[in-house]
């Protein structure tokens, strides 16, 4: 019916089996940006925003979501990561993160370098809220994927 992985013969959404799928190396790198006001940046990089150290509290929410994207995600299998880091660094227009993902399995670890951007830039926005209620998450994006069966990707225009 559908060349879509998620849905079966009937159009119902469905869980992909991974059972006969190789175990290979897969990463991902995801990346997102958080545009705000000048002086909400200053408060982040000062580290004296009133919630605390902006950017490593955005890297830890970020890890913690990207091993629990499967929890999150409907469909989304649970995967073994041996590594997630998420960094945030200063952008000319506020912080832009960018997550990294790895795993030896089945399955790809796109979804939860994802994940861990898409939460780093919410709690990004929740630390900074009150300097600055205009900001907005933007450009949550693939960067790039390595490994499985549809091969590697790289995104033509990353941030």
């Not at 175990?23 to 919630?51: E, H, N």
């Amino acid at each position: 019916m559908s060349q879509l992985t998620h849905l079966d013969e009937a159009g119902r959404a469905r869980m992909v089996d991974i059972f006969g799928k190789p175990v290979t190396d897969r990463t991902a790198m995801a990346a997102g940006r958080v545009r705000m006001a000048p002086s909400a940046l200053a408060a982040a990089l000062a580290g004296d925003a009133k919630k605390g150290d902006v950017r490593a509290v955005a890297e830890i929410a970020g890890v913690m979501a990207g091993k629990r994207a499967a929890d999150l995600i409907p469909l989304c299998h649970a995967v073994p990561l041996t590594d997630l880091q998420v960094a945030v660094r200063p952008w000319e227009h506020g912080l832009e993160v960018y997550a990294f993902a790895r795993a030896f399995g089945q399955t790809g670890v796109e979804m939860e370098a994802m994940t861990a951007a898409s939460v780093a830039c919410l709690t990004i926005y929740d630390m900074l809220k009150s300097v600055d209620k205009a900001m907005t998450i933007e450009s949550v994006q693939l960067i790039e994927k390595t490994g499985g069966q549809s091969g590697d990707f790289r995104r033509a225009d990353p941030p």
